[in-house]
């Protein structure tokens, strides 16, 4: 059983200290995953803030409560995003303007962060729809999807990502106050994801990497439709049981600060194990990615979680084709895939 030693949440504008200097706080998210954990890092002259909420006038208001009655009277000095997805890095320009604070990320994650910015104004293109056409989805509702506009995509007064960057890498060390930080980089869920990881106080900022509960979202995505994420994900799995103890106090982005480092890394890599033996069997005979999905997902799907879920069960097909157990075919305009 993980263990959950924080008997409550912060609320909306608080910190909570959870060991000495690191500070955890919550911002809301406007989807059925409701809140993302951020945390505050004091340093001598001021504070590391990790991962930074949602685009939107609603978290920058929390931001500025935080800023009026959380820090001290010390400013932000650095801020460092874990990846690129909009929950963690929407209000990295806003911080970054405040306080003209830099911004540490990885390489993979602060270009694609910015790329971002743009894309997600883009209407649907061949490269997209034929990546789904070839998963089972049909023209109509693809048609229909590719004139939608992202929830994520910016609005006029968002600020842009900063635009200058300080590069994170696997193995650098960052001393903030007392503490050295390991950084760690895990993938699979996005390319370069940076984990901090404290020896001496046997803490690890996990980001989306390590999660209780929830099952970090790992898709294939029509801007890279041949990746193998899985693949990294699972290896990434085998790095971190590797390199960090149990008895370390993981704090994750979601849900709450737990033990339980191993247990967690097991229940999830057979999760996985578990999803591909489903591939498997539903691959006896030629089969459409898309009609894989009542075995794999419980949950009703349309539209968004629709399009969600084939690009997990792809990422879950193309780590069985690499295994060398699923072959694939070209059937029209759908792909087939067969286990061998
Ligand atoms: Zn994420």
């Known amino acids: 059983m993980l263990e959950y030693p924080i008997q409550r949440v912060p609320a909306p504008g608080e910190t909570i200290e959870v060991a000495e200097g690191v ?3 919550r911002m809301p998210l406007p989807m059925s995953l409701d809140h993302i954990n951020l945390y505050l890092l004091e340093g001598q002259t001021g504070w590391t803030v990790v991962d930074t909420g949602i685009r939107g006038a609603e978290t920058s208001a929390l931001w500025q409560t935080i800023f009026d009655h959380c820090l001290d009277g010390k400013p932000i000095d650095q801020i460092i995003c874990t990846h690129m997805h909009p929950d963690h890095t929407g209000q990295a320009g806003f911080i970054s303007e405040h306080f ?3 911004l540490l990320m990885s390489y993979g994650e602060y270009y694609q962060a910015r790329m971002m910015n743009y894309s997600m104004q883009e209407k649907g293109s061949w490269h997209m729809s034929d990546f789904f056409l070839r998963g089972g989805i049909s023209q109509a ?3 229909a999807m590719s ?6 995509a910016p609005e006029p007064d968002d600020l842009p990502m900063p635009r200058s960057y300080k590069r994170l890498k696997d193995g650098d060390q960052i001393t903030i106050g007392k503490t050295t930080w390991d950084i760690i980089v895990g993938s699979g869920h996005s390319p370069e994801h940076v984990c901090l990881y404290s020896r001496a106080q046997r803490l690890l900022l996990s980001g989306d990497q390590i999660l209780p509960i929830i099952t970090s979202n790992v898709s294939v995505h029509p801007t890279e439709p041949e990746a193998d994420p899985m693949t990294e994900w699972l290896a990434s799995h085998e790095k971190f049981r590797a390199l ?3 008895e370390t106090l993981i704090l994750p982005a979601h849900n709450e600060p737990f033990y339980g480092v191993g247990e967690r890394l097991d229940e999830l ?3 996985h194990e578990h999803r591909m033996d489903i591939v498997l069997e539903g691959c006896s005979q030629p089969t459409v990615a898309i009609d894989l999905l009542p075995a794999l997902f419980e949950r009703k ?4 979680t629709l399009f969600m879920a084939l690009g997990e069960a792809i990422a879950h097909i193309h780590c069985l084709m690499n295994r060398g157990q699923v072959s694939r075919a070209l059937d029209g305009q759908v792909y087939r895939y067969t286990t061998r």
Not at 147 to 152: H, L, M, W
Not at 301 to 304: P, S, T, V
């Open 23 to 25: 500070f955890w706080l």
């Open 100 to 102: 003209r604070a830099p």
């Open 141 to 143: 509702l693809m048609d």
């Open 147 to 152: 004139e939608a506009r992202s929830n994520f």
């Open 244 to 246: 960090i103890p149990e």
């Open 269 to 271: 890599t057979a999760h």
């Open 301 to 304: 799907l349309e539209n968004h």
